[in-house]
């Protein structure tokens, strides 16, 4: 049974992502013009400031130097985040779903883009209160998506709800593949 593709689903997603990371490359490009070279700008004194910092690993300071390795894994990432984005269901119940893939993407490519780019990412936001690692805008868009869906898979979503993600079952783009359903009909009717 073919089901026809909605394409709102995915204008939306692109024009999002277009727009999450045009604020990010903003924040970036105004870090590198404004905050590169000086000694930072406390926000909030003794708790937030804007401190430049050039990170060559990812988060937290992992892996750093390994610039090819996390533009590799960026880039599996990415494919697997399209590859399941054409596959969750319509309907009101997924779109927390699908914005989240949106805001995951962004700020993976935004990371990238620099690593690409500068050869390492542009961090400028730290919160002086717990001294916690300096990190960005794409950095805040992944970590606070990851957190709700972690949430939403838990406590929102039933097991039956996200069988879509392990079925061998085709639904890309919108279109769902009609399998061999021959036996389950057979046995239904006996």
């Known amino acids: 049974m073919n089901k026809k593709i909605n394409f709102k689903f995915y204008i939306f997603g692109v024009i999002g992502f277009i727009l999450l990371l045009g604020l990010d490359r903003l924040t970036k490009h105004l870090a590198l013009e404004h905050l590169r070279g000086t000694l930072g700008i406390d926000l909030i004194p003794g708790v937030l400031r804007l401190e430049y910092l050039e990170n060559t690993g990812a988060a937290f300071g992992v892996m750093q130097g390994q610039q090819t390795v996390l533009l590799i894994i960026t880039v599996l990432v990415l494919g697997a985040l399209i590859y399941e984005y054409t596959r969750i269901p319509e309907g009101k119940k997924y779109v927390i779903l699908r914005f989240l893939a949106v805001f995951i993407a962004a700020g993976a490519v935004g ?80």
Do not use: H, Q, W
């Open 111 to 190: 990371n990238m883009i620099d690593r690409f780019v500068y050869n390492f990412v542009v961090d400028f936001i730290y919160f002086k209160l717990i001294n916690f690692p300096v990190f960005n805008v794409a950095d805040c868009y992944i970590t606070v998506a990851v957190l709700i869906l972690f949430f939403v898979i838990l406590f929102y979503y039933k097991d039956d709800d996200l069988n879509f993600l392990f079925s061998k079952k085709k639904e890309t783009i919108g279109i769902e593949a009609k399998e061999d359903d021959d036996s389950s009909d057979s046995k239904e009717g006996e």
